[in-house]
């Protein structure tokens, strides 16, 4: 579960979002958070079938591939607390409807200020279950004026579609196969015992957090090219996965 935060709207998150949804060739749901919004719109709610008297499952967009959650922390915790079970167990309705039947690969969550009117902020047993953070900036000078330059004289292109949705899936399972040597498995430990022990860390990384790190820096090696992890991996992964972790 990979979340986007940026102090400010219109940084072209749900573009970005999607884009990689659509070269994936995955399936995308967006849920805009709100305050009136409840649990069952997320999960899904089971319906009555008035012809055999039976209830059947009709899924929520949890159950998509890639799950935009738009200014998730504008919901009440009831609803935010919808998505728990999702992120670590990968199941809804207490686990009665696995999400690895929909072959999920990424959900991504964007989170407003704190500070702005009609916000909630996340319980750090939620934000303990994003696996990275990537903040999203200001473009500089030359590329905004590149997109200004673009917007004005062309037309929106459509992205193409690299992948298809079983293959994407099939990423998922490939940094299963690198190894970790004795070295490698206690650099993760290490980090996050650091966290737990500097003065100016109220709460640091939890036992999640260093499986976290190991599993991100399994995948940085395999995009590396490599079957094996190396110290340079976690120390690579180090910031987005235990920097939103950190109070």
Known sequence: MVTCCSRRPGYAKTTLVKAF??????????????PDLLPADITGTYVLNPKDG????????????VLLADEINRAPAKTQSALLEAMQERAGHDRRRPLRAARSVLRAGHAEPVDLEG?????????????VRVPMGYPNERDEVQMLTF???????????????????????????????TICMSTPSRSARFTRNHPRVLLGAS???????L????????????PFVTPDDVRVVAAPVLGHRLI
């Open 21 to 34: 949804a659509v070269t994936l060739g995955c399936s995308i749901r967006r849920v805009q958070f709100t």
């Open 215 to 226: 599993r991100a820096a399994k995948s940085h090696a395999v995009l590396s090219g490599r």
């Open 119 to 131: 916000t909630y902020p996340l319980p750090e047993a939620q934000i303990d279950r994003f696996l």
């Open 207 to 213: 036992p999640r957090a260093s499986l976290g790190l």
């Open 151 to 181: 917007a004005r004289h062309h037309r929106a292109r459509t992205v193409r579609r690299a992948f298809g949705s079983r293959r994407a899936c099939s990423f998922n399972r490939s940094p299963r196969v690198c190894t970790s040597k």
């Open 54 to 65: 039976t209830f059947s499952l009709r899924a929520g967009p949890i159950f998509a591939n």
